[in-house]
């Protein structure tokens, strides 16, 4: 069954102390890993998409980086607007409808 | 471009009571998608469609139907709502099967 896991599940950072959020999955194969980030009562928010092993994307203070068995997201010189939920799903290879499986979600808190 | 949109925002209900949420996409995507987020827990896929006239039943499908009778929209119904019900719903939508999914802004739905 996939499986993905995400810690810690809480981060407290001050403001331009840099960090890595961590994202494990168990997948038969896979199609693809996705970031969203997650303000309170609002929607989740597309961030990344990776695909294969060793490819890294960059959006301005994250970057999100995959291997074979996880994915972090680094936070750098962080703000406290980057405050939030992020949040990894991954798709299976084997899914024929594009099901994601998400994970429970860091929620990260920066203080200026 | 609204986007993916939810009504209504949030809503209660006594035991018992049915409702429907409507959500509406202007992306012109095929996919579209209603998820439940319970705290600790992560998004969970309740039912799925895959193009006009088709649904499916996704991982948690109990007491909820779902109807996609035009491309932009897809209507999750609750037919006699239940205090495990209450929780937080989104709907998303996505262009291709390999792509991300979009979310719209969530309801708060309470049972009592």
């Known amino acids: 069954e996939d499986q993905v896991t995400q810690s810690p599940e809480a981060l407290r950072l001050q403001e331009g102390e840099s960090s890595s959020l961590n994202c494990s999955y168990t997948?038969?194969?896979?199609?693809?890993l996705f970031w969203y980030r997650q303000d309170p009562g609002k929607g989740p928010e597309f961030l990344f998409t990776?695909?294969?092993a060793g490819e890294e994307k960059e959006k301005e203070r994250l970057k999100a980086t995959l291997t074979k068995k996880e994915s972090f997201l680094h936070i750098t010189a962080p703000k406290p607007e980057d405050s939030a939920t992020y949040l990894c799903?991954?798709?299976?290879?084997?899914?024929?409808?594009?099901?994601?499986?998400f994970g429970a979600g860091t929620q990260v808190v920066v203080t200026p | 471009n609204a986007g993916v949109t939810q009504t209504p925002k949030f809503r209660v209900l006594k035991t018992g009571q049915s409702m429907t949420l409507l959500c509406a996409q202007d992306m012109n995507h095929e996919y579209m998608y209603w998820y439940r987020q319970d705290p600790g827990m992560g998004l969970r896929l309740i039912h799925y469609?895959?193009?006009?006239?088709?649904?499916a039943k996704g991982e948690v499908p109990d007491g909820y139907n779902v109807s996609r009778l035009k491309k932009q929209n897809f209507l999750l119904g609750l037919e006699s709502a239940a205090p495990s019900q209450t929780s937080v719903y989104f709907c998303a939508s996505s262009y291709s099967l390999a792509s991300e999914q979009y979310f719209g802004p969530g309801t708060r739905l309470t049972v009592t």
């Open positions: 469609s895959v193009g006009e006239g088709t649904t």
């Open positions: 799903a991954v798709q299976a290879l084997t899914d024929s409808w594009g099901k994601f499986q």
């Open positions: 990776l695909y294969s």
């Open positions: 997948v038969s194969g896979l199609r693809g």
